[in-house]
């Protein structure tokens, strides 16, 4: 190919230069002509489309770019952006039961139960998708009510709510969350589970 | 011969020394017999404007060079044995300095090359939310949790006991308050209030008249009132006393 | 070629990355083994050898890294002006030079070579990120031991201390450096690496 140096030198360029580039400016400064640069280009492009290459071309306006190829955009995610492994804090735990326990629930009501706020612990639970928002309770401000999901079952190990270890009947928490409770009354038996 | 030369043009002495070495076309071991030597301590002095940290090791090399001159000239001074002469000490540095120097050299010319190689900032690549891989979730860990959150609530509930209303759990239910009517009643009629305690809750109160209302549905009771503000009476109902009587 | 799809998914992982990427992360990332993905690099970079190809690899310690090709380093330059050359200062780099034949060394042995203060240009080479600070001698004063870096292997093109230039045949070594250290005596084996 007659343009082969050319190509390679563009793709040097283009590489480098990391933005989108003026054609025009491109062909100046490699003193050819516009016509030659754009040859060069449709070459690098066709040469680009081999499963082998990670790279391809976006031509817009009169600007070229090199960037990254579409296909194979799902192994770059995974290098960037690496499952993280975790355990879960003291503190999300606790959430996380009164979440279990009273679902659903609001941030508050798991708030009135724990004493300290708990926006950090929620937010982070819905985001390892623990719990998940269910829809809002009606009373004033709407607030949004929390339960537990299906990856929750599964974290635990456990295939439905029932399983959930029943409170011992002489359970000190038991009296103090009904009490809470009384602060914002809910039928316990209008609960929906998901 | 006038010598015009920075001393902060040179990698300190050794440097300058090689330098005069390498003007000179001399062999490091020839360094005393040529007129390098002289020419250093010519610099040295006068080299204007040295601070003070530089001047030093330019003045301790010229020092050095002095006294190898000077030992030269007067009779051999005897060094205890096992002791260099600042002679070979200093052609040793030299050899080694140079050495590094020629390595230094070497070493520019990879950077050179090195420095053609481009890089590319990191592109901005759009990412999905982030996976978690969660560990450590166990059944018991969750229950830990609610036992440890129990337990900070109680201590809690009793360092501010004023602030909440206990409420007790149910002790009255209508099944236990219906055997309780059968066996008052027994040995005759007795009267509705006879069956509450002292000071009865409401609570108390309305369970009592459930079991009541129980005991009459089933036909176990009879009940009787003179008049709408006396006494309600209850009695067992003949059929029930036969089956118990026999 | 088997590792076809590898090389461009590779490809296009060290484009976005732009900086060095550890092999190692690239490999769990990927789901392969090491092994697999230095094969996959190996033929990549046989493959960014021909003129069509503007670009190149550079492996250092355990990683890696997509760079533009050296032989079209003057055309980038035209485009790119002023491309920012880092090379170090005469003093820095005969500093560094001894750091990395004597690794690891304190700064009293590399004054006892240089016959200079070395304060500034071990500070200035650490903060570049040439040396680094890997411990302390056992001896009196425990002074700071210094080695290079992947970043010092990167800085000369380098992919490891064996690619250093050989010490000249009558290199004083040992015994001349020894002579010095005399000031403070010193089992050279004594070093305790952090």
């Known amino acids: ?194 | 011969m006038s010598l015009v030369f920075n001393v902060k043009d040179y990698q300190g002495p050794l440097d300058l020394l090689l330098q005069l070495i390498g003007n000179a076309k001399i062999d490091i071991k020839d360094i005393f017999v040529s007129e390098v030597t002289d020419q250093y301590i010519q610099i040295v002095q006068n080299a204007d404007s040295m601070d003070m940290e530089e001047a030093s090791e330019f003045i301790q090399m010229a020092a050095t060079l002095l006294l190898i001159k000077s030992r030269s000239i007067l009779p051999v001074i005897q060094t205890e044995e096992d002791e260099e002469d600042p002679e070979t000490t200093l052609i040793r540095q030299l050899e080694e300095y140079a050495k590094f120097q020629q390595l230094a050299l070497q070493m520019q010319d990879f950077e050179l090359a090195a420095s053609r190689l481009f890089s590319k900032l990191p592109d901005e690549f759009p990412l999905p939310p982030p996976v978690y891989e969660l560990e450590g979730l166990t059944l018991e860990g969750l229950i830990e949790a609610f036992a440890k959150l129990s337990a900070r609530l109680l201590e809690r509930d009793e360092l501010a006991p004023e602030k909440h209303k206990i409420i007790r759990k149910d002790q009255h239910s209508v099944t236990t308050f219906m055997k309780n009517i059968m066996q008052k009643t027994r040995k005759g009629s007795v009267g509705f209030a006879g069956l509450l305690s002292k000071s009865p809750s409401r609570n108390e109160v309305v369970t009592l008249f459930l079991a009541l209302l129980e005991l009459l549905k089933q036909g176990r009771l009879k009940v009787v009132q003179e008049s709408s503000d006396a006494e309600i009476l209850l009695m067992r109902n003949r059929r029930e006393v036969k089956i118990s009587a026999e």
Not at chain 1, 32 to 49: F, G, I, R, W, Y
Not at chain 1, 104 to 113: G, K
Not at chain 1, 164 to 176: I, Q, Y
């Open chain 1, 1 to 194: 190919m007659l343009n082969d140096r050319l190509c390679g030198i563009i793709e040097s360029i283009l590489f480098v230069y990391g933005e989108a580039i003026d054609i025009e400016t491109l062909a100046n400064a490699l003193g050819h002509e516009v016509k030659t640069v754009h040859s060069a280009l449709n070459d690098l492009e066709q040469e680009l489309q081999a499963a082998h290459r990670g790279l391809s071309i976006k031509r817009f306006a009169n600007m070229v770019q090199l960037v990254s190829k579409a296909d194979y955009a799902t192994y770059v995610e995974r290098v960037l952006q690496p499952v993280q492994r975790q355990s879960l804090s003291q503190s999300a735990l606790e959430t996380l039961v009164i979440v279990a326990y009273l679902q659903p629930v609001t941030r508050q009501e798991v708030e009135a139960i724990r004493g300290v706020k708990c926006d950090y612990s929620l937010q982070s639970l819905s985001q390892k998708g623990l719990i998940a928002d269910v829809g809002r309770k009606e009373t004033l401000g709407r607030p949004i009510l929390y339960a537990t999901t299906a990856q929750f079952l599964s974290h635990f190990g456990i295939q439905s709510l029932d399983e959930l270890p029943e409170l011992p009947a002489d359970f000190p928490g038991e009296e103090g969350i009904q009490l809470k409770m009384e602060l914002q009354p809910q039928e316990k038996t209008a609960v929906s589970r998901r």
